[in-house]
């Protein structure tokens, strides 16, 4: 995946993420309603890494696999946990 996104950084993240894990990691990273339109790989994949730890800085590299092995782990936990909510509560934001 890393590699992926450093070669084709433009693609649709939706090439390697399902709509709910962009849509739940949106929401996780901004605290805003996620676009209509999935962002970018490169932005998916630093949105990922920021749950691992990533500070996202112009003079920052680009995310190492360990961050983003962490960041994916911290990902998986926000699904549970909406898949949770939305088990006892149902749908309601929207998404």
């Known amino acids: 995946m890393v590699a992926i ?14 709509t709910e894990e962009w849509q739940t990691t ?9 676009p ?7 932005e998916m994949i630093r949105m990922v ?4 730890g990533y500070i996202n800085k112009k003079s920052s ?4 696999v360990k ?4 960041g994916l782990r911290n990902m998986q ?11 006892v509560y149902g749908i309601t934001c929207g998404v």
């Open 26 to 34: 949106y929401i996780i990273g901004y605290r805003k309603k996620p």
């Open 36 to 42: 209509k339109v999935p962002p970018r790989l490169n």
């Open 61 to 64: 590299p680009e995310p190492g």
């Open 77 to 87: 936990e926000h699904l549970k946990a909406r898949e949770a909510f939305e088990a």
């Open 5 to 18: 996104g450093r070669y084709c950084p433009d693609i649709s993240c939706e090439c390697v993420f399902s």
């Open 67 to 70: 961050t983003m092995w962490i």
């Open 49 to 52: 890494a920021s749950l691992g």
